[in-house]
């Protein structure tokens, strides 16, 4: 049972693990990963969530498992209400969070809340939130992410758990902890610092490495194997929807005929293959679009952010906040239109004779225009120059 319950959380339907533990060599096998998933998959213990209570066998098999020292510690932590990051970017800088003032300020941690981060990334945002009292229920589905921000967050280990898996299926993976409802929920969407500094991950086309640019290490399909494998002209769609590459079909055109010679393997093959179509010009790194549109494909994004948007409504308490920061256009429309949806009581058509009550009727929204970085901050952190907050709050009573 524990096997099955571990290997569940590490993203393996229960039914399908009971199937393959008949087997004595792959039981083996699950037995090492759940020691692993003991190591590094989860902190915290349960008791905290003031709810229901877990079941004996996951309070059982999770309760607290970091090992060593967490490096918040050095230097003594944040520094000041909202100050810098206490990890340097010279002792292994992982990423520095954005918007950390008005995440604080919209989510208002304190004891006794619960908020979900979805997007744990190097823990910057659940730190903030920690240290003000919250409990934090956080997911990555980056492996490396969790493994750091345990290590980071071990100090508050009594009201913080880090999960492994996408946000996509937050219920699936929150499914046995006992968790009801929450005070607020934050998705801070895109890649972390770390993922694109590390060229063994392949996000970088200045950095060259495997082409890889998954998020989730345990993913099937990586950038080569799409680039490698998918006809031109879903190569082309991926460029023109999710890079608003106005030169897609002669980049998939030209992808193409490059792998007919030799498979295209690292980022610096695609960044030349890119380069050689479109030639450079301004400040923007030709291959820009083509890596974005390929990395949420591999990664399946958008999909994942509508799926979030439809689930988490039904998971905040009444009054409990939902906070979304993207990094570009096609997230950021994807939010407001969900946003809105939501916050509309009635909706209609040319074709109805009047209004109808809109049944998924059940926020309203907190800002009408999405929130901006200051100066001061993208002064700071460069990289949050194109970070857009947009934050609704649920209604106190609703159907949904
Ligand atoms: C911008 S970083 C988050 C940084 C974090 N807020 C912090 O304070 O350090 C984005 C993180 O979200 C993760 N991520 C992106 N999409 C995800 C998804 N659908 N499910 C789970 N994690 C996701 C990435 O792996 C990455 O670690």
């Known amino acids: 049972m524990e096997t099955a319950v571990a290997a569940h959380w590490l993203g393996f339907p229960k039914s399908q693990v009971h199937g393959v533990s008949l087997f004595g060599e792959i039981e083996r096998l699950i037995a090492d990963w759940v020691e692993q998933a003991r190591q590094w998959s989860h902190t915290g213990s349960w008791p905290w969530f003031d709810m229901a209570e877990p079941t004996g066998t996951i ?60 997007t744990l990334g190097g823990g910057g945002h659940s730190e903030a939130l920690l240290r003000r009292g919250a409990q934090v229920v956080a997911m990555d589905q980056d492996a490396h ?24 299926r937050f219920p699936e993976i929150l499914a046995e902890t006992g968790v009801l409802g929450f005070d607020g929920m934050l998705v801070d969407l895109g890649v972390s610092s770390h993922q694109l500094d590390e060229p063994e991950r392949g996000f970088s086309f200045q950095k060259d490495g495997p082409l890889d640019l998954r998020m989730d290490q345990q993913a099937l399909r990586t950038a080569a194997d799409l680039v490698n494998m998918e006809s031109e002209e879903e190569l082309e769609r991926i460029l023109r929807e999710f890079g608003e590459e106005p030169q897609s079909r002669r980049i998939a055109r030209t992808i193409v005929k490059a792998r007919a010679k030799k498979p295209i393997r690292t980022t610096s093959d695609l960044a030349r293959i890119v380069e050689g179509v479109t030639g450079r010009k301004g400040r923007r790194h030709p291959a820009t679009l083509t890596f974005q549109a390929i990395r949420l494909a591999v990664n399946d994004e958008l999909a994942a952010l509508r799926q979030f948007l439809e689930l988490a409504p039904r998971w905040l308490k009444p009054g409990g906040r939902l906070l979304v920061i993207s990094f570009h ?14 916050a509309t009581p009635f909706c209609d058509r040319p074709e109805w004779p009047e209004p109808r009550p809109n049944s998924d009727f059940c926020m309203t929204l907190v800002t009408r225009k999405p929130v901006e970085p200051s100066a001061e901050e993208i002064a700071r952190n460069p990289r949050a120059r194109s970070a857009r907050l947009r934050v609704a709050q649920k209604l106190s009573k609703t159907t949904a």
């Open 329 to 342: 256009s096609l997230e950021d429309r994807i939010t407001k239109q969900a946003f809105n949806h939501l």
């Open 59 to 118: 309070a059982g098999t999770f309760r607290g498992s970091c090992h060593s020292r967490p490096q918040a510690l050095n230097g003594g932590g944040l520094g000041g209400e909202h100050g810098p990051l206490p990890v340097s970017r010279e002792s292994g800088f992982y990423h520095e969070p954005v918007m950390v003032n008005e995440i604080v300020e919209f989510l208002a941690p304190a004891p006794g809340r619960l908020i979900f981060d979805g």
């Open 145 to 168: 992410a969790i493994r750091h921000a345990c290590e980071r967050l071990k100090t508050y280990e009594e009201r913080f758990c880090a999960l492994h898996g996408n946000f996509r």
